[in-house]
């Protein structure tokens, strides 16, 4: 791989991983376009690692509240950041479930061009939908562990590469009403243990393959996603305080319509 691309593919993670525009998309489809060889499972490892550093550092504050919930609840005491953890725990069961019976089933069969086109238009048009129809009202506190079921349970829809885990997320938090800054900070907390899994899972196999990137590669390109998705997630919740998701939504349906017209299938 050349230093562009190893750029070129961790700039794109770090940007799409936490933006409701798909990631797995959007790396399915960079090498297509631009006729590279797969980059590779070392590669994948690299930039998960950095994007996962990033919305760690990017919510430090909740996650400290997680962990001392955590530990007060080993003491018997029930907080906030207890039941937060329960509740991410919850919304995280059905898309590690969903991940086994897909690879399973499906294989690379999701993997195809026009899946990823119509997954980007459909679930680009229900993030539409939910974030104009749902209230605003609603904050992380008052999560029930009724909604962290629906969340999690449409999150097993991003695997489906261009449905986009922050997407479908998001979409079934605006519409239970929760307000958009707070349905991204929710969606952000569940990328953490959907992003280790992930990590955890391509680690397994990069072990079994024979993938040989430059140590100092895979430094840099955790580096560049870690840089890009911290400046993505900065950028997007100061786009919430007054703006909605649909530039998203636009760009999800444009970018579908395209790759649709590409491969002969709009």
């Known amino acids: 791989m050349t230093l562009l691309q190893i750029i070129v593919l961790a700039v794109i993670q770090g940007i799409s991983e936490f933006l409701p525009i798909s990631s797995s998309g959007h790396l399915v489809l960079t090498p297509?376009?631009?006729?590279?060889?797969?980059?590779?499972?070392?590669l994948d490892v690299a930039v998960h690692l950095g994007t996962l550093g990033a919305v760690i550092w990017f919510l430090r504050a909740e996650i400290w509240k997680i962990i001392l919930g955590v530990r007060g609840l080993l003491k018997g005491q029930l907080d906030d950041g207890a039941r937060l953890?329960?509740?991410?725990?919850?919304s995280s069961i059905p898309v590690f479930f969903g991940g086994v019976a897909i690879a399973a089933i499906a294989g690379n069969i999701l993997r195809q061009p026009q899946i990823i086109g119509w997954a980007f238009i459909i679930f680009g048009l229900a993030l539409y939908a939910g974030d104009n129809l749902g209230r605003n009202t609603r904050s992380i506190s008052e999560l029930k562990i009724k909604d962290a079921i629906l969340i999690?349970?449409?999150?097993?829809?991003?695997l489906i590469p261009g449905a986009s885990r922050a997407g479908t997320t998001i979409t079934m938090a605006r519409i239970l009403g929760y307000e958009r800054r707070e349905a991204a900070r929710f969606s952000m907390l569940l990328a953490i243990p959907a992003i280790t899994g992930a990590g955890a899972v391509i680690s397994l196999e990069v072990i079994n393959s024979n993938d040989e990137i430059l140590p100092l590669h895979l430094l840099f390109a955790a580096l560049v996603a870690f840089i890009t998705a911290l400046l993505a997630m900065t950028l997007m919740m100061k786009w919430l305080l007054n703006q909605n998701f649909t530039p998203f939504v636009f760009y999800r349906v444009v970018v579908g319509v395209i790759i649709l017209v590409i491969y002969g299938n709009f």
């Open 32 to 42: 297509i376009i631009f006729g590279w060889q797969d980059q590779g499972l070392t």
């Open 152 to 158: 999690g349970l449409f999150q097993t829809c991003a």
């Open 85 to 90: 953890a329960g509740y991410i725990t919850i």
